[in-house]
């Protein structure tokens, strides 16, 4: 049963050090107030799991946060790399983290069989690719009907999820509009789930079925963060800022920028610097 909290509070209940976490988000929606509260509260040894890790993953291991990454693409969208994350791989700083790639269909896979509470994911991929030759968590079955090679991966199950979504009404369902990723089935994969939200409403009028909604009953924690997502967007309330983008790219190329922007935009900063800076586009 989702209950409304505060962002502080919500991650304080829900987000333990050593847990498996997923800041799930495609294009837009990518829970960034979220992620800045876990690194505020100091979380450690956290597995962090994402489809395209981006500037959330690269202030999350560049403050020291992450023992291990599990993701498919990584990238600072649309710019180049995620210069913490490389610098955490290849020179150990701020400590050295393990990871594990997989390909945009495995993650999804993954998700989908925590989802149904399955172990592993079974689904036609990596013939012929390299990824299998580095990754050992990839393997290969024998379907027993057809007698095909098919892929498995294990499931995803993270301890908590943290996503963003428009509203969710006063009961606690979650109205998630726009591009959707694999929001819900992180959602439903997860042992607990924390949802910022732009707005809390009375309830969803005039709802299309295609809409994805998570019932309350999926959902841990409801945080209302309006700009929540920003520097992402959040469809139907703010665009993407673009600038945000090209400036990480310089200021996650410093160690010591890097870290000094964290601390005036991220440590000493609250959930209302978002809505902030969404009014200031």
């Known amino acids: 049963m989702a209950k409304f909290q ?39 040894d956290l597995t962090l799991i994402r489809m395209t ?42 400590r050295a983290i393990e990871t594990e790639e997989h390909s945009h269909a495995a993650m999804a896979n993954a998700y989908e069989a925590g989802a149904a509470g399955l172990p592993c994911a079974v689904f036609r991929g990596y013939r012929g690719a390299g990824l299998k ?7 290969s079955i024998t379907c027993p009907f057809t007698g095909e090679e098919l892929a498995a991966v294990p499931a995803h199950r993270p301890d908590v999820t943290f996503i963003h979504a428009q509203k969710a009404n006063r ?6 509009e726009g591009i959707v990723g694999v929001q819900k089935e992180a959602v439903l994969a997860s042992k607990r789930s924390v949802v910022t939200v732009e707005e809390i409403v009375e309830d969803f009028d005039d709802l299309h079925p295609n809409l994805c909604v998570l019932p ?66």
């Open 6 to 44: 505060s962002l502080q509070e919500a991650v304080a209940e829900n987000l333990r050090d050593g847990d498996t976490v997923a800041f799930e988000g495609f294009t837009h929606l990518i829970p960034h107030a979220a992620a800045h509260e876990v690194i505020r509260q100091g979380r450690k």
């Open 53 to 94: 890790p981006d500037i959330i993953y690269d202030q999350l291991i560049g403050m020291g946060l992450a023992r291990k990454v599990i993701f498919s693409y990584a990238g600072n969208p649309g710019v180049g790399l995620l210069r913490r994350m490389r610098d955490a791989i290849e020179n150990n700083w701020p």
């Open 133 to 139: 030759d580095v990754n050992p968590m990839i393997r």
């Open 171 to 176: 009961r606690g369902d979650v109205l998630v």
């Open 216 to 281: 309350h009953w999926t959902v841990t924690s409801v945080v209302q963060v309006p700009g929540g997502a920003h520097p992402s967007y959040t469809h139907g309330y703010y665009d993407r800022d673009n600038a945000a983008y090209l400036e990480w790219d310089k200021i996650s190329a410093d160690r010591d920028l890097f870290t000094a922007w964290m601390r005036e935009n991220v440590l000493e900063a609250g959930p209302d610097v978002f809505a902030a800076r969404v009014k200031g586009l």
